[in-house]
């Protein structure tokens, strides 16, 4: 069984499924509201209601932009990708992220990283050879963007190096992935460090935080059982000790009231 398989059994389990997600809440079937800090590893990081996104994606797909067909989204989404990144990229798109990892390692093996909002240790994304960007779509289904200088494009393709093969996706989907490039760059402008370490007395005392980011300091042998005390205090949390969780933007101080009530016992 994988943690996310992990994680959505016990949720149901507990307190049966799923039946709407808004923010960073889960709202489940027995009438349970969960604060979720798990956020899809991230790709819900601007909340689970869609917005403007899930429009894009209705009205694209209204248009019957579902197939393999060229539109014209494909240069959209490169270009919402470069104002991201603060610069030009060729970019690359991927449905599995092993595949991303190793096209983004065939053009750059010392200049390659995995993009994160507010990442403290990286600041500048000029100067990163190659990116891989995961949308903050709130969208289940793997899909990754592999975003590379074009100049190292250009070199790649003057020397007869093959290129990695671009996935094609269905226009709607990608048309969804632009908006939620834009909507996370003007994100980037007003959530900030006031916005996170207000929960700092309840958090760091499980987590060492860096930006919205939260990383374990319990025992990684002990944390399945961690996950199960924070879900009956009504948190989800990441399920894989090598993902950070993150701070639930927006939520009330209230939401962690449980987990200060009830330690958890390392």
Known sequence: MSTVDFLASEITLRYGTVQRARGCFLYTRRGIRLTDMYQEGGR???????????TVFKNTMNRGLTGSFDTDVTPRLEKAVSS??????????????????????TF???????WK???QEN??????????????LPWATPLFFVAVRPEIVEVFSAAGAELPESARIPAALAAAA???FYDMTAA??????????RYDTVLTKYWTRRG???YPKIDEKKYGAFILHCLDCALVVSPDYNVPSIVPFGADKGVFTKLANSPFEA
Do not use: M
């Not at 819900?44 to 899930?54: E, I, K, R």
């Not at 750059?108 to 995995?114: A, L, W, Y």
């Not at 980037?188 to 370490?197: G, M, N, S, T, Y």
């Open 44 to 54: 819900a990081v601007l909340g689970w209601g869609g917005g403007a996104p899930f």
């Open 84 to 105: 991201l990144l603060a610069g030009r990229r060729t970019v690359f798109t991927f449905t599995d992220r092993a595949a991303a990892f190793k096209a983004a390692l």
């Open 108 to 114: 750059s093996k010392e200049s390659t990283s995995f």
């Open 117 to 119: 909002p507010w990442n």
């Open 123 to 136: 600041s500048d994304w000029r100067t990163v050879d190659a990116v891989i960007v995961v949308p903050p």
């Open 178 to 180: 632009v908006r939620s």
């Open 188 to 197: 980037l402008q007003f959530r900030e460090e006031k916005d996170w370490f």
């Open 212 to 214: 919205p980011y939260l």
